[in-house]
């Protein structure tokens, strides 16, 4: 007699819509087992008690008055990448280009520091590169929106590819001005003059940015929630077809939306170069641009919500690569704990959008 016809031992299903509060719990928890499972690795490498790790961890970020303010530098830059991508996630368009977006911006700030440092006023020349590193990030962004408008393009793919040829426009450029000749890097600009620094506020070099990020956030959020434009990314966002229906002109939007996004990324590398780093390289933006689609998306796209996502992430990788550093692991197996507690984070959203039901028996 043949047997029945068995289904698949297990399969995913679309889990109910879970309130806030369990989702957050579900977070929180992947978030305790990527730090018990960083602690095991190190152990396991190491030799050394999780208990020491879960201590450099904090200690990576608070263990100084320096270390506290490099993590609010790092959160706020994070924080600032993530509000450009949070507009363009509303309505569906796949902005992935940030980090090409950023290095633009880098390269708009450091050419005229370079080019124009002894021939403007100090105030002026501040001005002068802020807006030139806003509109150069809003036009790389918005080259593949008005494709994407105009012959439906991939944005995906357009504004990933963009990242590489921003970043080989930075390299180009810094052989074009690098000193010493053959160095390959252009060292501190204009450390004698100091032409296009940002001011520092008071004893601490990265309150500008971190002020800078607080009203971006009020900004946006206000933007997203309570504006015309708002409310039109999220129809944009839920229905093209319902948007143009209504009367809302899709192209125009995408454009908008992106100009916007670019603006806020040139902004964050204007701030990179001008208030804090004084220089340019092809890493500058440390890949701050890739984690910021990550932070954008935990958060719901909610202005809000990134400040605890970058917080989170900034802490946590910060913590990596100071247990790395203390236990005398090269750089690599802080990527190695960066992308165990990534994994996680990502791994959650999993469970708080599907579930596993496996196959019942027959009685």
Same mark, same amino acid.
């Given at each position: ?18 309130? @806030?509060?369990? %989702? ?6 992947? =978030?305790?087992? $990527? *730090?018990?499972?960083? &602690? !095991? ?77 002894? @021939?403007?006023? %100090? ?6 590169? =802020?807006?030139? $590193? *806003?509109?150069?990030? &809003? !036009? ?28 080989q426009l930075v390299a180009y ?29 008071g004893q601490y070099k990265y ?157």
């Amino acid at each position: 007699m043949n047997e029945k016809k068995r289904g698949p031992l297990a399969h995913i299903v679309k889990r109910p819509v879970i309130s @806030k509060q369990q %989702a957050y719990a579900v977070r929180a928890l992947s =978030i305790v087992l $990527a *730090i018990i499972v960083c &602690a !095991i690795v190190t152990f396991l490498l190491t030799g050394d008690d999780p208990i020491s790790v879960f201590k450099t961890i904090w200690e990576g970020s608070f263990g100084s008055e320096r270390r506290f303010w490099v993590l609010m530098q790092n959160i706020s830059i994070l924080l600032i990448i993530s509000l450009a991508m949070g507009p363009a996630f509303r309505m569906r368009f796949w902005n992935i280009g940030g980090e090409g977006q950023v290095m633009i911006g880098v390269l708009a700030t450091a050419s005229c520091m370079i080019m124009l440092g002894d @021939k403007l006023p %100090a105030p002026v020349l501040i001005i002068v590169e =802020i807006g030139a $590193a *806003i509109v150069a990030g &809003a !036009i790389w962004a918005a080259i593949p929106a008005f494709f994407k408008s105009n012959w439906n393009t991939n944005e995906t793919l357009f504004t990933l590819m963009m990242n590489y040829v921003a970043t080989q426009l930075v390299a180009y450029f810094i052989i074009i001005w690098e000193s010493p000749r053959g160095s390959g890097k252009i060292g501190i600009i204009n450390q004698k003059t100091m032409a296009g620094w940002l001011p520092q506020i008071g004893q601490y070099k990265y309150l500008l940015t971190v002020i800078v990020a607080i009203v971006l956030t009020v900004v946006l959020y206000i933007y997203m929630n309570y504006s015309k434009h708002g409310y039109e990314l999220a129809v944009v966002g839920e229905s093209e077809r319902t948007a143009r229906y209504i009367g809302i002109k899709v192209g125009r939007v995408f454009i908008r939306t992106m100009l916007l996004s670019g603006a806020i990324c040139g902004l964050a590398g204007a701030l990179m170069v001008a208030g804090t780093d004084h220089t340019m390289t092809t890493t500058l933006a440390g890949g701050r641009g890739f984690t910021a689609v990550m932070v954008a998306w935990m958060a719901q796209f909610n202005p809000v919500g990134m400040i605890f996502t970058s917080f989170l992430l900034a802490f946590l990788q910060k913590g990596a690569g100071e247990v790395a550093t203390q236990f005398g692991l090269n750089q690599s197996f802080s990527d190695i704990l960066s992308s165990i507690i990534i994994f996680f984070l990502i791994g959650c959203e999993f469970f708080i959008q599907y579930r596993i039901v496996f196959r019942k028996e027959a009685k």
